[in-house]
């Protein structure tokens, strides 16, 4: 509880004026008691009450945007990690398992929609009709570092 309330404390000092970009010579918060996902994977990670993360592993490359997808307010972590090149662009990017918003996994803005088929084709067609106004908007995103010596995890805001 504690570390989170750290992590919170941390990335919501950037919005009072503080640096946190400073913080750790300039990796931004240390987070404990995380687990970074494999390759090619999505983990999620919940910090105090009411905040989460939903971190990725693309090509040993960690990326991070929040864990709650602003339009229906599903779990982002629980969604499709989505790294075609050729469909999406050079940015990875995850798919809101529930209403099929993506996000760009490197700035957090929001993207084109998946377009999924059979049941969860349909929920995502009643979610988005659910949502008042196509309310998609930016997650914010942020730096996930690994100190290759210590094994130390950070988290900074972009």
């Not at 992590?7 to 000092?13: I, K, M, N, P, T």
């Not at 390759?39 to 490359?61: L, M, P, Y």
């Not at 993207?111 to 088929?117: L, N, Q, V």
């Amino acid at each position: 509880l504690l570390i989170g309330a750290l992590l919170e404390r941390s990335l919501d000092d950037k919005k009072r004026g503080g640096s946190v970009q400073r913080i750790n010579g300039g990796r931004g918060q240390e987070i404990t008691g995380v687990t970074l996902p494999e390759k090619g994977k999505i983990r999620g990670w919940a910090f105090g009450e009411d905040r989460t993360i939903c971190s990725a592993n693309v090509d040993g490359k960690f990326y991070a945007v929040d864990g709650a997808c602003p339009r229906c307010g599903f779990d982002l972590y629980k969604g499709k990690l989505l790294d075609d090149k050729d469909v999406w662009g050079p940015e990875p990017v995850v798919a809101c398992p529930t209403c099929s918003t993506t996000y760009s996994l490197k700035t957090g803005k929001f993207g084109p929609e998946y377009k999924a088929t059979g049941l969860t084709g349909w929920v995502n067609t009643w979610a988005q009709t659910a949502t008042a106004y196509n309310a998609a908007k930016d997650v914010p995103a942020y730096d996930i570092t690994r100190d290759r010596e210590t094994g130390q995890v950070f988290c900074r805001e972009r």
